[in-house]
Nanobody, 127 residues
Framework: QVQLVESGGGSVQSGGSLRLSCAASGYTNSWYSMAWFRQAPGKEREGVAAIHRGGSTSYADSVKGRFTVSQDAAKKELYLQMTSLKPEDTAMYYC?????????????????????WGQGTQVTVSS
């Protein structure tokens, strides 16, 4: 059974930083992509950043230059370093995982592409 557990959320002031972590267990295939999504109250879930097991990444335009996605593939851990946080970054942040091919060029940021989801961790940015 695949499990994803997020941690690292919290409350910060505008301009601050946070680092989210996600630990995956129970997934045995060699190739996969992992991603961060977020969902604010009353809004649809949206992709934030993703990384392929091989290292290629994708970012939403709204976070480029501020957020950095990384992984420890040996541990199947995913991270999101968030800097220059804005109030509009306030949301529940979710970790997700999907099977992938070794040859995938860029991991998707589509909700429907991911099979496994964590429970989420709340990020609140105050002005």
């Amino acid at each position: 059974q695949v499990q994803l557990v997020e941690s690292g959320g919290g409350s910060v002031q505008s301009g601050g930083s946070l680092r989210l972590s996600c630990a995956a267990s129970g997934y045995t295939n060699s190739w996969y992509s992992m991603a961060w999504f977020r969902q604010a109250p009353g809004k649809e879930r949206e992709g934030v950043a993703a990384i392929h097991r091989g290292g290629s990444t994708s970012y939403a335009d709204s976070v480029k230059g501020r957020f950095t996605v990384s992984q420890d593939a040996a541990k199947k851990e995913l991270y999101l370093q968030m800097t220059s946080l804005k109030p509009e970054d306030t949301a529940m942040y979710y970790c997700a995982l999907k099977a992938a091919s070794r040859w995938d060029v860029r991991p998707p940021l589509l909700v429907g592409a991911y099979n496994y989801w964590g429970q989420g961790t709340q990020v609140t940015v105050s002005s």
